[in-house]
């Protein structure tokens, strides 16, 4: 019997007389991605057998990529949403022969995916992981996997495009930047809810150069999309403004070449390509089945899957020579010729427009311009004080107006939040004018994290803005910030119980640990207004990792710093604000934030009464955590162990600084909705509370003779 017969729901394959050379080049895709899966005995072989001639047409006949330097920074983007595809991107950045490029952005000579990296896909060190990781594959755009994510930061690096177009092309050199940005997704990417946001905001700002490609194979884990999904994608695409369009069979590269064409010439709005497609194809048992989407095809299924494709049956990660020179003729002529062109391009350019060029040598290193903390100010001594998202927001303009492309907005929270940039000029970003650098995302904090990501990988410098409490929507593609290492900025202000009569939906308790507890994040709390200053310092000059900045609504002390520390003792993490006389304190107070002015008020009552105290303000875990032991033990004494912690907030974590006898004052419920003084009275933040869990850690922690004795 003919494996032809045996596939029933098999629609009828291609002629395998005379193959032609795209045939043996999707048919090399397919094999190669199901060798790799069946290797692994791990890994998602279906969607990349069911998508090769996608990826084979958008790489082969569009996309503006050259393998040899897959950093231009015109390139067109490709992003697969569907992360779980991975193999299907693997085998596109082998067969094209990608180039692997450094961390400072120089390309080597070898490539970014040698079929042994194939072969050894899903294993230790491999540069062919689970899922596609940005930083760790030359090519991988955007690390996907988490469904929803890749289509949104496809948003993030269109709207990217669309800026720096605005700001760096001038006459004459209209299409210095123009790329376009492609997205493959699935039915999974269409159901996340992110993805709704993402496609909202794209269709409102007419974002014609993205095109997100929706791989409509009706099969997810659990089986048919009729169990879950029967919405009518195409009219809700449509709704939000974008130009839709379908490709009735996944194997016709007439018609997806057309529906690329379309989008080229789809001018106003974003394109949606909906393409009809048969997980696992050619499979003969588990075509069109879910058992096609996250397991191996088995060695038998693979084999009567490669008859089917008249492929020879028992070669495994078998390239026909004639594929690679295939692909060296199509996207490695035309990107190589692309990409010569541009830089040629941009020599005319520095000649023409020497500052923007040096702007954008810059920005596209990830370095800053000269003099960019030259505007940064002091802030007075102040009783009265001001909240940090008020000392932020002047900080914030200051560093703007020396950092052109420090570019960003917020959640529908701006006013609140105090991150507009105000500058003459600086403008609204819009689909009217894509040159503002202030943006406003709508209520839509999971996408904002996700667009900060793709504004970020264009090497723009973007910040985002929000409520703290709302860092539970965007943990999703904070995370991705921090896996990639991007320094995406993210400004949180209304930071504590301090926002009072809102209340406990209001009030972040565990935000502050649940970001601590994110590998690669840096997040600050400062504790006033030079505190801040300081922070951005450290925020602006990281290059290799996203920074959470933690603000107040309500005003704090702006603190004497002739008489207490420099705020420049920041930048460590965390320093001695305020000691015993000559050292050696009985007590240490730590505190973060808002909190830190208390500890100082608890301070000064301890010091009167002839308490040996010491004020550690420690804004930021991270930064501690990362100097030596020398600096650590001169800050935090082992020997001192009367310790208390002070923070509004849970104390999740605390007693690695506290030591499991130390005191915390902290909160284990939710808050609630009152005016602050009640709840700072309410839950324990007074300088009273503060001193006497000050005297009770000095009497445990007293020597046990001495306490006998007393
Ligand atoms: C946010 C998120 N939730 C769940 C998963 C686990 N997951 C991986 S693939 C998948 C099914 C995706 O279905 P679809 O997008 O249609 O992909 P296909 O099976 O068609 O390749 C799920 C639920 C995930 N990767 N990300
Ligand atoms: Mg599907």
Known sequence: M??????????????????????????????????????????????????APVGYTLWQQFLRFDPQDPVWPNRDRFVLSIGHASMLLYSL?????????????????????????????????????????????????????????GVSTSVGMAIGRQWLASRYNRPGFEDLFDFNVYALCGDGCMMEGISSEAASLAGHLQLSNLCWIYDNNHITIEGHTALTFTEDVATRFIGYGWNVTRVGDANDIEMLARAFRTFHNTKDRPTLIIVDSHIGYGAPHKQDTSGAHGEPLGEDEVRLAKRNYGWPEDKKFYVPDSVYEHFRQGIGKRGKELRDAWFARIEEYRKQYPDLAKELYRMQHRQLP????????????????????????????????????????????????????????????????????????????????????????????????????FVDYMRGSMRLSALMEIPVIYVFTHDSIGVGEDGPTHQPIEQLAHMRSMPGLIMIRPADANEVVEAWKVILQLHHAPAVLVLTRQAVPTID??????????????????????????????????????????????????????VVSMPSWELFDDQDKEYRDSVLPPQVRARVSVEMASDFGWT???????????????????????????????????????????????????????
């Not at 492309?405 to 500058?423: F, N, Y």
């Not at 000050?694 to 009497?699: G, S």
Request: proline share 6%.
């Open 2 to 51: 003919s494996a032809a017969t045996e596939t029933p729901t098999a629609p009828p394959l291609e002629s395998r007389a005379q193959p032609s050379i795209e045939l043996t080049s999707v048919n090399t895709i397919r094999t190669l991605s199901m060798d790799g899966v069946q290797a692994a005995n791990s890994g998602h072989p279906g969607t990349p057998m069911a998508l």
């Open 93 to 149: 950045l082998h067969l094209t022969e990608v180039r692997a490029v450094s961390k400072d952005y120089e390309t080597l000579g070898e490539v970014a995916v040698s079929l042994d990296a194939i072969k050894a896909f899903r294993q230790l060190d491999s540069r062919c992981p689970g899922h596609p990781e940005y930083r760790w594959t030359s090519g991988v755009e955007t690390t996907t996997g988490p469904l929803g994510q």
């Open 370 to 469: 000269e003099g960019w903390d030259h505007d940064l100010p002091e802030f007075p001594t102040d009783a009265k004080g001001l909240a940090t998202r008020e000392s932020s927001a002047k900080v914030l303009n200051a560093a703007a107006k020396n950092i052109p492309w420090l570019i960003g907005g917020s959640a529908d929270l701006g006013p609140s939040t105090k991150t507009r940039i105000t500058q003459e000029g600086a403008g609204d970003f819009s689909a009217e004018n894509y040159g503002g650098r202030n943006f406003h995302f709508g209520i839509r904090e999971h996408a904002m994290g996700a667009i900060l990501n793709g504004l970020s990988l264009v090497k723009v410098r973007p910040f985002g803005s929000g409520f703290f409490i």
């Open 561 to 614: 710093r002739r008489k207490y520390a420099p705020a420049a003792g920041l930048a460590r993490g965390a320093y001695i604000l305020a000691d015993a006389d000559g050292g050696s304190p009985e007590v240490i107070l730590i505190g973060t934030g808002s909190e830190v002015a208390l500890c100082l008020e608890a301070y000064e009552q301890l010091t009167k009464e002839g308490v040996r105290a010491r």
């Open 656 to 710: 690695k600084y506290t030591g499991t006898e130390g005191s915390r004052v902290c909160i284990e419920t939710f808050g609630a909705s009152a005016p602050l003084k009640q709840l700072m009275k309410k839950f324990g933040f007074n300088m009273g509370h503060l001193v006497a869990a000050a005297k009770d850690q000095i009497a445990l922690h007293k020597p046990s003779e001495e306490r006998s004795t007393s």
